[in-house]
């Protein structure tokens, strides 16, 4: 890709994924993780609302997938994946990402969402605390390489108000 130019952070646009831009998804995904989601795994979300991509002039730039399950009244949100191309990190896309994808969760009648983060990921955690997501536990041994996972969560009403 081209390398990112902060003037042009107002180009980009979110929006939810289309079946075309899977592979972009997957090249991000492969560049970004050590246990990287197969093509299939993301095929199997691509009609959730909460599924977005960030693109600017026909790239992709980053991506969240996410979904809400019902829960007796009290849905529950999860986002599952969220990574930004290096070269594009820190200009305010992994927020945007996040903070659509989790409107588009209320919308859908989240009442909480979770997530699950590598307690070393010092960036993503400082994202999902700075809108409000809380640990509410530490998993050991949650990765293939046995690193600790905190499970962390989000009231959706205490967002919308905040
Ligand atoms: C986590 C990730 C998506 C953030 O994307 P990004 O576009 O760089 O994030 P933003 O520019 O929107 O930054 C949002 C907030 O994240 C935090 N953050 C981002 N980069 C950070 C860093 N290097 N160190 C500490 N905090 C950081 C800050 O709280 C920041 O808010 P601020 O700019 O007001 O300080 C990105 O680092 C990434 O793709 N990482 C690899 C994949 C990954 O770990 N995904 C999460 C799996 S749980």
């Known amino acids: 890709m081209t390398a990112f130019d902060d003037a042009l952070a107002d180009d980009v646009v979110v929006r939810r994924v289309d079946r075309a831009d899977l592979l972009d998804v997957l090249r991000i995904e492969r560049t970004c993780f050590s246990e990287p989601w197969p093509y299939s795994a993301f095929e199997m979300f691509v009609d959730e609302p909460a599924f977005l991509v960030a693109v600017r002039g026909g790239e992709v730039l980053g991506y969240v997938v996410a979904d809400v399950m019902p829960n007796h009244g009290n849905d529950i949100g999860h986002v599952k994946d969220l990574a930004v191309r290096p070269a594009a990190r820190g200009n305010g896309l992994g927020r945007r990402l996040l903070v659509q994808s989790l409107t588009a969760m209320a919308i ?13 990921n010092d960036p993503a955690i400082g994202l999902y605390r700075s809108l409000g997501f809380d640990p509410a536990r ?16 989000l009231d959706v009403a205490e967002w919308q108000n905040a």
Not at 138 to 153: F, K, L, Q, T, W
């Open 108 to 120: 859908a009648g989240a009442a909480v969402v979770k997530l699950e983060v590598r307690v070393s």
């Open 138 to 153: 530490r998993v050991p041994s949650y990765y293939g390489d046995d690193e600790d996972a905190y499970i962390m969560v």
